[in-house]
Nanobody, 120 residues
Framework: QVQLVESGGGLVQPGGSLRLSCAAS????????MGWYRQAPGKQRELVAR???????NYADSVKGRFTISRDDAKDTVYLQMNSLKPEDTAVYYC??????????????WGQGTQVTVSS
């Protein structure tokens, strides 16, 4: 069984930084993409950043230049470095992985979510 475990959320002042981590574990055959989404109260879940295997990253316009996504394929882990945080970045952040297990078909997997609050 595949699991995504996130860490690194919290409370930060405007202009501050946070780093989120998400580790995939279980019987994984291949990872095709990993990424981060977020959902603010009363809003739909939206893409923040995504990094497909062997391809270029893509970012939401609202975070370009402030957030950086990266992967450590040896650890099946994706990171999101968030700088110059703004109150409008406040949301629950979800890790996502498009992957295939050894005994399960290709599918989307989600982490449990981690709260990021930007407030003074």
């Amino acid at each position: 069984q595949v699991q995504l475990v996130e860490s690194g959320g919290g409370l930060v002042q405007p202009g501050g930084s946070l780093r989120l981590s998400c580790a995939a574990s279980g019987s994984i055959f291949a990872i095709y993409a990993m990424g981060w989404y977020r959902q603010a109260p009363g809003k739909q879940r939206e893409l923040v950043a995504r990094i497909p295997t062997g391809s270029s990253t893509n970012y939401a316009d609202s975070v370009k230049g402030r957030f950086t996504i990266s992967r450590d394929d040896a650890k099946d882990t994706v990171y999101l470095q968030m700088n110059s945080l703004k109150p409008e970045d406040t949301a629950v952040y979800y890790c996502n992985a498009d992957l295939q297990g050894w005994t399960t078909p290709r599918n989307d997997y989600w982490g449990q979510g981690t709260q990021v609050t930007v407030s003074s």
